[in-house]
């Protein structure tokens, strides 16, 4: 009883301790005072990736299961592919998306000068404080995934819009679910 307490209280030490790691600060941008959580000033390129929703809400992209990633060869490829989406109230990476980020990783290890900007959004549900704290999570999820592929840290930064830049501005499951996303952009 005692050993299990033990390794319990080391376990949330460790993890305490990680969390305390990372500095943010607020920015508030200067278009309509939006609000958004950055931890670099880098500026990145890049695009959307169109996406379609099935009749579940879910969005679809390219060969989530692609083994070979060939698909996301090249810079213009990994700039088209560079969402990754969340589920409702989470920043969980789905299995579907670890194609799109061992691609990005990859070029990242060839490229050891590049750097990328991963914003973390949310959609308009819960207060903006909640969502730019979401985003945040989002954003440091693909981040903390990307590292452990073995991306310097220094050639990655985050920034959460929260709410802010929706790519759909309508209110039903299907926009929300495409504004609930993390984009990596170079």
Not at 51 to 72: E, I, L, R
Not at 96 to 101: A, K, L, S, T, W
Not at 167 to 172: C, I, K, L, N
């Amino acid at each position: 009883m005692i050993k299990q307490t033990l390794i319990a209280l080391m376990c949330a030490a460790a993890a305490l301790n990680l969390s305390a790691c990372s500095t943010s600060s607020e920015d508030s941008s200067a278009q309509g005072g939006n609000a958004a959580l950055v931890t670099d000033g880098s500026q990145g390129l890049g695009a959307d990736v169109p996406v379609g929703v099935d009749a579940d809400g879910a969005v679809t992209v390219g060969d989530p299961y692609a083994t070979d990633n060939s698909q996301f060869a090249g810079p213009a490829a990994l700039r088209e592919n560079n969402t990754i989406y969340f589920n409702y109230d989470s920043d969980q990476i789905q299995d579907q998306y670890i194609g799109v980020m061992q691609a990005h990783a990859q070029y990242l290890r060839d490229n050891p000068d590049s750097r990328i900007i991963i914003e973390g959004h949310t959609d308009e549900r819960g207060t903006p404080e909640y969502n730019i704290a979401l985003g945040e999570r989002r954003a440091r999820s693909v981040a903390r995934y990307m590292q452990n592929l073995g991306v310097d840290v220094n050639q990655l930064s985050i920034v959460s819009y929260g709410e802010e830049k929706p790519v759909d501005p309508g209110h039903s499951e299907a926009a929300w679910s495409k504004n609930r996303r993390a984009v990596i952009n170079y």
